[in-house]
């Protein structure tokens, strides 16, 4: 059997991604999100002596690995997608065919 991709369904739904934003950051990670984890993300460094120790405690770091979790796992359907593509085989025909 023969599996084959409808490259235009394919590409109405790469298209469609942006569309479906991002994950709301919730009020009480916004801080650590904001000040650590974007810097961190964009390769900043983020030294500990800037951090209002105020704004967030113990429980908000275990919310922000639950966040965290919840965000990567959105991306894993990708993931899955870019593993299939990569063990399909090329099809090729044995004759020209007209579209």
Not at 46 to 71: C, G, H, M, Q, W
Not at 93 to 98: G, I
Request: negative net charge; aromatic residues 8%.
């Amino acid at each position: 059997m023969t599996k084959q991709i409808d490259l235009e369904l394919l590409l109405q739904n790469m298209l469609a991604l942006p569309e479906q934003g991002k994950l709301p950051v919730p009020e009480d990670l916004r801080y650590l999100v904001e000040t650590v984890v974007v810097p961190l993300l964009n390769g900043q460094t983020v030294p500990l002596s800037s951090l209002d120790y105020d704004r967030f405690d113990d429980a908000d770091l275990n919310s922000l690995e639950r966040y965290i979790d919840k965000t990567a796992g959105r991306n894993s359907g990708l993931w899955t997608l870019e593993a299939n593509l990569i063990r399909l085989a090329p099809f090729c025909l044995s004759q020209p065919v007209f579209c």
